[in-house]
């Protein structure tokens, strides 16, 4: 996932935000119906098209697209670093929706996770243009709407198998993006490199992660599951590095520390001695 924000950054500006996000669906989509017709899986469709709606629209289409948005105005290491605050809304919607216990500690937490992001995002702020302040406040939703679908999916997706849920997700999901594609044309040259990047996009960081994803979500629960991000902002970093020549600036840095915290606080939880 954390390489996922390098591909947004190549692909955005050629096909723009939607198209990107649903061919990214779709090709991971299509890879799924390969593997699992091999499988002989069965789908059930019918029985759980509302959850593969919800989940598809709040985890997969709008966040993608948000995120794909602000690849064309910022950089990747700063979306990495915001997507890291996914586990603190995990934690305020567990407790607005399942009464999940917020202590001191995780409001702590909270409160150094918004500090981190003003830290991270006071030089973009700082230059003022309306795309920069739209894209920072993209991917913020995006997050947000991470930590609301893995409640939901673990209070009412928990019946059904992570193989279900991540065909049946993506695919409505990226159906569903294709006809506002037309607010966001392509604009440059399709060539079999960006062709074989969507492919690669689609299944290593959307189909083989989502699998990984909704069976820990499953087995261990939305606010653990979601310290994957934990390691996000530290491999987004060093993709840009290595393939963008990207050297982020100090506060980029200082930010992802204090943010970390705080995930830190919301997320931890002492072992009970036996």
Avoid at 69 to 83: F, G, M, R, T
């Amino acid at each position: 996932w954390g390489g996922s924000f390098i591909f947004m950054k190549e692909l955005s500006p050629v096909f723009g935000p939607v198209l990107t996000s649903s061919l990214r669906l779709l090709s991971a989509s299509a890879f799924l119906f390969i593997v699992y017709f091999f499988q002989k899986y069965k789908m059930n469709w019918r029985k759980n098209f509302k959850v593969f709606l919800l989940l598809g629209l709040g985890n997969s289409a709008i966040p993608f697209t948000l995120y794909a948005y602000a690849a064309l105005y910022i950089s990747p290491s700063i979306s990495v670093i915001l997507n890291s605050t996914a586990p603190m809304f995990g934690a305020i919607f567990a407790y607005i929706i399942v009464k999940d216990n917020l202590s001191y500690k995780k409001m702590l937490g909270l409160l150094l996770g918004t500090v981190g992001v003003g830290v991270v995002t006071s030089i973009t702020f700082a230059e003022g243009t309306i795309e920069l302040y739209f894209s920072v406040i993209a991917c913020i939703l995006a997050a947000a709407l991470y930590g609301l679908s893995g409640v939901y999916a673990k209070k009412y997706a928990s019946h059904i198998e992570a193989k279900e849920l991540t065909l049946g997700s993506i695919t409505i999901s990226g159906i569903i993006l294709l006809p506002f594609t037309i607010f966001s044309p392509v604009s440059g040259t399709v060539t079999f490199e960006l062709i074989g990047m969507i492919i690669v996009f689609g299944v290593l960081c959307t189909a083989v992660a989502y699998l990984i994803y909704y069976y820990l979500l499953k087995e261990i629960g939305t606010v653990k599951v979601l310290t994957v991000t934990y390691l996000m902002p530290v491999f987004g970093v060093m993709w840009a590095f290595i393939i963008l020549n990207e050297v982020p600036k100090y506060n980029v840095y200082l930010g992802s520390i204090v943010i970390l915290i705080g995930v830190y606080l919301v997320t931890y939880k002492p072992k009970k001695l036996v």
